[in-house]
């Protein structure tokens, strides 16, 4: 299919942004709603132990299906033919359920123990969480095809109704009986799942029914929807049921050898990335370092912490790993390949970067200053009392920076590797694993919560070591550094600390909450004009592409 990727993952970016926001209005106020009327506890199971074992189970069952897959429909598009794909794509539902045994035991009678009033729905909880990882998984084939067919506002209204849906039941439920909530959790992400499903095979069912009618029909359907599908001349699914397992027309066999492999070893660094991710949460899970209550204090400042790395530096991460997928081949050195890819893979990279490290600087110097007053808007004079959010909010400012740096160049180099590379990346991934748990325990026994801050701080440090030095040698045979981009601008770096220090000053000072963040605003929008300045034409070239975006 010719699609352009760029521009399918720039849109793509756009739209994921706007969901995440989204999605961070709608759980800030369902979390503020929990705190002042259930209660910390309840807070605390939900968003840490349940969620973490959704996250558990759709990440070890999916990931590392779909990054192998996405790769073979660029690499290996005459290796590996839909039908496997489709075939391959469903493997990600009886894995779902081995994995959902061991890890409900795991959750049931290792873990520390809830409080006996909330036993009963914890456990319903529980089977209701890995039930939806199992039916939401039953919609991952049509769900692939919509990612590399590039079907993107599908995609995100598919999203942002699930999430719809799931604050809206477990809302009803709640304001009628405050004491189900937990319950109200649960039942709400089994009723949203079916969205995925529904969404999913009924667009298609639609769709595939309209394209079979025929070329002239076809067209006009792809100029007058809402869904850009590339040229639409190789959609290869003729009826609904190919998305089903062993129906499609194959002449080969029922699963791809070497796309098995490339699987097996994302298995392997899925299994790690996933500890480091939710490493904090683990720590917490396994050990009782933290009550409930205190748990939820933390992940309630860490959700609002990672706001930039939710719905910004996770979109842009997840487009630029499928661009750069379709662009730089795996298996090829760099220089070897065509050099119109490797220039616009290497500005695409530089670009990112230094957009990503700006937006992480930024946050980093006035998250200094406006921990405190954000944290008392939200959570009123009891929530900041001690000082322990505060404090967790600015060291979380420094954990942005470093995530804005790492998301870019280590999706880069997974999106690059060969799976040798990755398999020899995989050893080194359980050395962070391993001395990132270590460190949490430990930093945590010493300073608490920031203590997990702290260790992934330092986990992140040595992984952007890694990456950096693996695209510092990619590029040099061909005398590109995209690097550069991680480097702010002279006049932006001064324009920071001339502001931040300004803000910092008025955050001592009796200044009115108002005034207060008048100046910061006013900061801001300084030291964004000086960079708009600084990074005049990559200003123009997002200009130019978003008025594409728009004009599609």
């Known amino acids: 299919m010719q699609r352009n990727v760029l521009h399918s993952s720039l849109l793509s970016a756009a739209f994921s942004i706007v969901f995440q926001m989204i999605c961070r209005v709608l759980t800030f106020a369902i979390n503020a709603f929990i705190v002042r009327n259930v209660g910390r506890e309840v807070l605390g199971i939900m968003n840490v132990r349940l969620l973490l074992l959704e996250s558990t189970l759709l990440f070890l069952s999916r990931e590392a299906f779909n990054r192998a897959g996405l790769s073979a429909t660029t690499q290996q598009r005459d290796k590996c033919s839909w039908a496997q794909l489709i075939n391959q794509m469903w493997l990600t539902v009886p894995t779902c359920a081995v994995i959902c045994i061991p890890c409900i035991y795991i959750w049931l009678h290792l873990l520390s123990p809830v409080d006996e009033r909330f036993n009963t729905q914890y456990q319903f909880g529980c089977y209701a969480m890995a039930l939806s990882c199992v039916i939401e998984l039953c919609a991952e084939a049509p769900s692939f095809v919509t990612q590399v067919f590039c079907f993107v506002r599908l995609r995100i209204i598919l999203n942002t109704l699930y999430i719809l849906v799931r604050s809206a039941v477990f809302l009803w439920i709640v304001i009628n009986d405050k004491s189900a909530a937990i319950n109200a959790f649960a039942l709400a992400q089994l009723v949203s799942t079916a969205t995925i499903i529904l969404g999913n095979y009924g667009f298609f069912y639609f769709y595939i029914r309209r394209f079979n009618e025929g070329q002239e029909r076809r067209d006009i359907y792809s100029k007058q929807e809402f869904i850009k599908n590339g040229d639409g001349n190789d959609f290869p699914f003729k009826k609904i049921t190919d998305f089903l397992p062993g129906f499609m027309e194959n002449d080969g066999k029922f699963l791809n050898t070497e796309l098995q492999s490339l699987t097996l070893s994302f298995v392997k660094q899925g299994v790690l990335k996933q500890i480091l991710t939710e490493g904090e ?193 990619q590029y040099k045979p061909t005398g590109l550094n995209p690097l550069l981009g991680l480097l702010p601008g002279k006049w932006f770096a001064m324009t920071l600390l001339a502001t931040g220090t300004f803000c910092k000053y008025l955050s001592y000072c009796s200044t009115p909450i108002l005034v207060f963040f008048i100046y910061g605003f006013l900061s801001v929008v300084c030291c964004l004009i000086v960079w708009t300045i600084e990074n005049s034409d990559l200003v123009k070239l997002a200009w130019r592409y978003g008025r594409r975006l728009k004009t599609d």
């Open 281 to 473: 949460k683990y720590v917490m899970s396994v050990s009782p370092v933290l009550t409930f209550s205190e748990q939820a204090t933390y992940d309630v400042v860490n959700n609002l912490g990672s706001l930039a790395a939710r719905f910004i530096f996770r979109p842009i991460e997840d487009s630029s790993y499928f661009f750069f997928t379709q662009t730089i081949a795996r298996d090829i050195e760099l220089h070897k390949q065509n050099r119109d890819n490797i220039l616009q893979a290497a500005k695409v990279l530089r670009n990112l970067s230094l957009a990503v490290t700006s937006i992480g600087l930024l946050a980093l110097t006035f998250g200094q200053s406006y921990s405190h007053t954000i944290l008392l808007l939200y959570g009123g004079p009891d929530f900041v009392a001690g000082g322990l959010p505060q404090r967790l909010l600015q060291w979380h400012c420094l954990a942005i920076y470093f995530l804005a740096i790492n998301g870019i160049t280590e999706g880069y180099m997974f999106a690059t590797n060969t799976s040798k590379d990755i398999d020899k990346y995989n050893y080194l991934m359980a050395v962070f694993s391993v001395s990132f748990l270590i460190l949490s325990y430990i930093l945590t026994s010493w300073l608490g919560p920031v203590g997990f801050i702290f260790a992934n701080c330092i986990n992140m440090f040595c992984r952007i070591c890694y990456s950096t030095r693996f695209i510092f040698r």
